[in-house]
C-alpha cells in the first residue's frame, strides 16, 4: 500500500531535550516537506526536499534540523525543543511539484514540549 | 512572501443546504490545489486546478479557478454530515518548490 509512514504519533518531551521524528515514504517519490498545524494558523511549511542531499527552508524553519540520506526518509531533528514547538506536525511527499503533482500526508505527530 | 488568505474561517450549515469557501492568492499561482483534513485526521488531495478559469467538478463538490489565477473557491451543494472537516487551499510558491497552505475552512455540518 502506498503511504507515508510518521513515528511517533504522539510524544511528550521536556525543554532542551533532543528529539527526532521519522518519516517514511514507499512511492518513490522526489519531494517530501513537514508541515506543522496550528489552530488559527493552517499548515505552515517548515523544510523540504526536491530530493536526495537537497533541502531547503519553508516558512518557519527556525529551530528544526531535516536530513535527506535517502530517498524515501526524511527525518525532522528538534535539537533544543522548546514549548512552543508544541504542534501537530505532518510530513508529506509528491512525485514532483508541477501540475498535476498530489502531496500525500502521513498521520501526523502530536508533540507536546513541556 | 506569497500569501494565500482563505475564508470564512469557520462555517456551520444545515444539512442540505450549500457551502462555499474561498481562497486569495497575493500573487498568480501557476496552480491550486485543495485539500480536505476529517477531524483527527490528515489532509487528503481533492482536486488540483491549472488553467485559467478552469473549472471542474466531483459530485457535489464544484471547484473554480479564477481568469487571473490568484483566486479559487470551492463549493459543495446540499451538504451532507460527511462533508464535516477542514478544507485548504494550497499553492507552489517560491519558484514552485515551496507550498502555501491557506488557513483553512472548518465546516460543520448541521444534522
Known amino acids: 500500500e502506498a503511504q507515508v509512514t510518521q513515528n511517533p504519533r504522539y510524544l511528550i518531551t521536556v525543554t532542551g531535550k533532543k528529539l527526532t521524528v521519522t518519516c517514511s515514504q514507499n512511492?518513490?517519490?522526489?519531494?517530501m516537506s513537514w508541515y506543522r498545524q496550528d489552530p488559527g494558523l493552517g499548515l505552515r511549511q517548515i523544510y523540504y526536499?526536491?530530493?536526495?542531499?537537497?533541502?531547503d527552508k519553508g516558512d518557519v524553519p527556525e529551530g528544526y534540523k531535516v536530513s535527506r540520506k535517502e530517498k524515501r526518509n526524511f527525518p525532522l531533528i528538534l535539537e533544543s525543543p522548546s514549548p512552543n514547538q508544541t504542534s501537530l506536525y505532518f510530513c508529506?511527499?509528491?512525485?514532483?511539484?508541477?501540475?498535476?503533482?498530489?502531496?500525500?500526508f502521513g498521520p501526523g505527530t502530536r508533540l507536546t514540549v513541556l | 512572501g506569497q500569501q494565500v488568505m482563505q475564508i470564512p474561517q469557520y462555517q456551520h450549515v444545515q444539512e442540505g443546504e450549500d457551502f462555499t469557501t474561498y481562497c486569495n492568492s497575493s500573487?498568480?499561482?501557476?496552480?491550486i490545489q485543495w485539500y480536505k483534513q476529517r477531524p483527527g485526521g490528515h489532509p487528503v488531495f481533492l482536486i488540483q486546478?491549472?488553467?485559467?478559469?478552469e473549472v471542474k467538478k466531483q459530485k457535489r463538490l464544484t471547484f473554480q479557478f479564477g481568469e487571473a489565477k490568484k483566486n479559487s473557491s470551492l463549493h459543495i451543494t446540499a451538504t451532507q454530515t460527511t462533508d464535516v472537516g477542514t478544507y485548504f487551499c494550497?499553492?507552489?510558491?517560491?519558484?514552485?518548490?515551496?507550498?502555501?497552505f491557506g488557513i483553512g475552512t472548518k465546516l460543520q455540518v448541521i444534522p
Open positions: 508529506a511527499s509528491s512525485l514532483g511539484l508541477s501540475a498535476g503533482d498530489t502531496q500525500y
Open positions: 512511492m518513490n517519490h522526489e519531494y
Open positions: 526536499s526536491m530530493n536526495v542531499e537537497v533541502t
Open positions: 500573487t498568480t499561482l501557476s496552480n
Open positions: 486546478l491549472v488553467k485559467s478559469g
Open positions: 494550497a499553492g507552489p510558491a517560491g519558484g514552485y518548490q515551496k507550498v502555501t
